[in-house]
T-cell receptor, first 114, second 111 residues
Framework: DTEVTQTPKHLVMGMTNKKSLKCEQH?????MYWYKQKAKKPPELMFV???????INESVPSRFSPECPNSSLLNLHLHALQPEDSALYLC?????????????FGPGTRLTVL | GENVEQHPSTLSVQEGDSAVIKCTYS??????FPWYKQELGKRPQLIID?????GEKKDQRIAVTLNKTAKHFSLHITETQPEDSAVYFC??????????FGPGTRLSVLP
């Protein structure tokens, strides 16, 4: 399996809802990432997990809460989001959290906050 | 921290012509430079990458060149085809830091 998968593909939620995004990889990668991508912009790094531990949090608001239950899974829990949080949320993985390791992206979850 | 600039922001070429996209980076410690292609509504996909100990790398119609002294790297696509139309992102990273992406180039290959 050489893919990163993400569910759901699309998500519409209200500002008072709680929802979760899921990411899975079975490539044995030990680093996993969450990115946010707005239209016509590059991906922006949100969180990095290395060996199931949070290693980087790029000053992301607390309404976004990441979780890494095991080496293959990465979740992003969402609560009390704002309309400006609407974006494509991309998960990626790499062998290690090393600067020269290629990151492989999942297809993304397109999130709309009403 | 690292800052990556990318030019041009949009590029239109005729099918069969070559396309060149250029990126500059600010941190001389950066040592890995991937290029991603993103079609509309799809994930970024790695098309080619280069590490700092190499000056040029080629994969069929795609090549990347790196000039560490000038701190710039370029993507070259030859014999362009309509399916090459997409947004292309360059990125740079160095030890202990993660990718910083350029702003992207929208390439249109006209039939």
């Amino acid at each position: 399996d050489t893919e990163v998968t993400q569910t759901p593909k699309h998500l519409v939620m209200g500002m008072t809802n709680k929802k979760s995004l899921k990411c899975e990889q079975h490539m044995g990668h030990r680093a996993m990432y969450w990115y946010k991508q707005k239209a016509k912009k590059p991906p922006e790094l949100m969180f990095v997990y290395s060996y199931e531990k949070l290693s980087i949090n790029e000053s992301v608001p607390s309404r976004f809460s990441p979780e890494c239950p095991n080496s293959s899974l990465l979740n992003l829990h969402l609560h009390a989001l704002q309309p400006e949080d609407s974006a494509l949320y991309l998960c990626a993985s790499s062998q290690q959290e090393a600067s020269t390791d290629t990151q492989y992206f999942g297809p993304g979850t397109r999130l709309t906050v009403l | 921290g690292e800052n990556v600039e990318q030019h041009p922001s949009t590029l239109s070429v005729q099918e069969g012509d070559s396309a060149v996209i250029k990126c500059t980076y600010s941190d001389s410690a950066s040592n890995y430079f991937p290029w991603y292609k993103q079609e509309l509504g799809k994930r970024p996909q790695l098309i080619i990458d280069i590490r700092s100990n190499v000056g040029e790398k080629k994969d069929q119609r795609i090549a990347v060149t790196l000039n560490k002294t000038a701190k710039h790297f370029s993507l070259h696509i030859t014999e362009t085809q309509p399916e090459d139309s997409a947004v292309y992102f360059c990125a740079a990273s160095n030890y202990g830091q993660n990718f910083v992406f350029g702003p992207g180039t929208r390439l249109s290959v006209l039939p």
